[in-house]
Structures are given as structure tokens and as C-alpha cells.
């Protein structure tokens, strides 16, 4: 009896363990930029009001030129990006890529982290994932949660906006899906497509969902929302 207690414990422990984390005092650095069209300025700025409810320490740079500074990034928990497209310095790439590999965790949603730096297979190779295509544009569809610590209680919903096509590392742990049907594309018919994965990078975590066109969407959403922030704390440096 008491074997089966201590197990019941640790499995409410571990099931819980993502809310007992705090981002209080935590170092996160906010970096927005690359194409207008997804407003990485109001995503920024929605990210902004999150970190000072947690009473998270937190910068926010427009541009790449801080990942030029590798004994500054390490000194991050977390970075957020939202930088649709754009271009980074080899130096940059290098630096970002080492810091997450040593333990800084990234974040972000939709191009700002799924679509950035199209000519670097090593950022994408360390975001496990790129977007190719959203079909039809804008459209309705159904977003479904999968049976996951980042996802409990969360509901699954219907949105209008860019349902996202990607290619994507099989080494990923996908925790929200996506089907897509007949209505542009027959040959795609059926064919179910990540919204949200994590991963690990060496020693750094990785957080992402390809919900955020518009990033208001996080304010109609309140579950995508939910998400997103539980995944913040979960890819933050412990």
C-alpha cells in the first residue's frame, strides 16, 4: 500500500512539476524583428506584459545584431523570438545555436521562430522545424491537444488563420496537431501536421506553435495562449 502511495505521489509531482516552475527572476531576452506582416513588435509586446506579471528580469532587442554576443546570450534562462524571414550573420547563427546547445531555452510562435533564417539549415535543424506552405491562406480549422504535461486542461479549438504546413525532425514530441482536407489540395487530404512540438537541443530546450498570424489570436484563443506560456516556462533554463 505505501509502494502504491509513493508512486501515486511522484506521478502527481511529475504531473505538476511545469506549474511549480516560476519565471520569477528568470532572464529572458525578447528579440523581434524580419517581416512586418506578422507584427513581432505587438507580439513583443504581449510577451512584455506576461514577464512583468512573472516578475521575470527581461530585455527586448529589435534586430539580430545582439546574438553577435555569445557571453551575453549565455547569460539568458530563455530567449523569445519573433523574427518572421530575415537574416543573421554567420557569427549570429553560430552563437545562438551554441548558447541553446549550453542551455539557453528558446521560444516563439508562427514565423517568428518556425519561418526565421530560411538560408540556415542549422537554426532549423535546431528548431525542429520549417514552415512550406499554408494552403488556401487564412481558413477554419480545428487545433487538438495531445495528451501532454504542457497541454493539461487545456480544450481543443477551431481558429481562422494560417493553417501551417511544415517540414519537420521526426526526433520532435508533437503536442498539438492539425488535419488538413480535400478543399485545396487532394493529395494532402487527411494528412495530420504538427501545431506545437517540443525538443531538446543538447542541452537547451525548444518550444514552439505555428498558431500566431495575427498574434492578437492569443487573446482569442485563450487556450493557444495558455499554451504558449506554459511552454515559455517549460523550455526556461531550470
Do not use: C
Not at 523574427?83 to 548558447?99: F, Y
Not at 531538446?200 to 525548444?206: A, L, M, N, S, V
Amino acid at each position: 500500500m505505501k509502494k502504491i502511495i509513493t508512486v501515486l505521489v511522484i506521478l502527481i509531482i511529475t504531473q505538476n512539476f511545469i506549474y511549480s516552475q516560476s519565471m520569477e527572476d528568470k532572464n529572458v531576452l525578447v528579440v523581434w524583428g524580419g517581416w512586418d506582416g506578422h507584427q513581432p513588435e505587438v507580439f513583443a509586446n504581449l510577451v512584455e506584459k506576461w514577464l512583468i506579471s512573472q516578475k521575470s528580469n527581461y530585455k527586448i532587442y529589435n534586430g539580430v545584431e545582439v546574438y553577435d554576443n555569445y557571453e551575453e546570450l549565455i547569460k539568458y534562462d530563455l530567449i523569445i523570438q519573433s523574427i518572421t524571414m530575415g537574416e543573421i550573420s554567420g557569427k549570429g547563427a553560430s552563437n545562438l545555436i551554441k548558447a541553446v546547445s549550453n542551455g539557453v531555452g528558446i521560444a516563439g510562435a508562427h514565423g517568428g521562430l518556425g519561418d526565421s533564417f530560411r538560408n540556415n539549415p542549422n537554426y532549423q535543424f535546431m528548431i525542429g522545424g520549417q514552415w512550406v506552405s499554408h494552403p488556401g491562406g487564412k481558413v477554419n480549422f480545428k487545433v487538438n491537444f495531445l495528451d501532454n504535461e504542457l497541454t493539461k486542461g487545456l480544450n481543443d479549438f477551431e481558429i481562422y488563420s494560417e493553417q501551417w504546413y511544415v517540414h519537420y525532425d521526426p526526433n520532435i514530441e508533437i503536442i498539438a496537431n492539425t488535419t488538413f482536407t480535400y478543399d485545396f489540395f487532394s493529395w494532402i487530404d487527411g494528412v495530420v501536421m504538427p501545431v506545437a512540438w517540443k525538443k531538446t537541443f543538447d542541452k537547451g530546450k525548444i518550444f514552439y506553435t505555428s498558431i500566431g498570424h495575427d498574434p492578437m489570436e492569443f487573446e482569442k484563443h485563450p487556450d493557444a495562449w495558455r499554451l504558449l506560456t506554459r511552454g515559455f516556462t517549460w523550455a526556461t533554463r531550470n
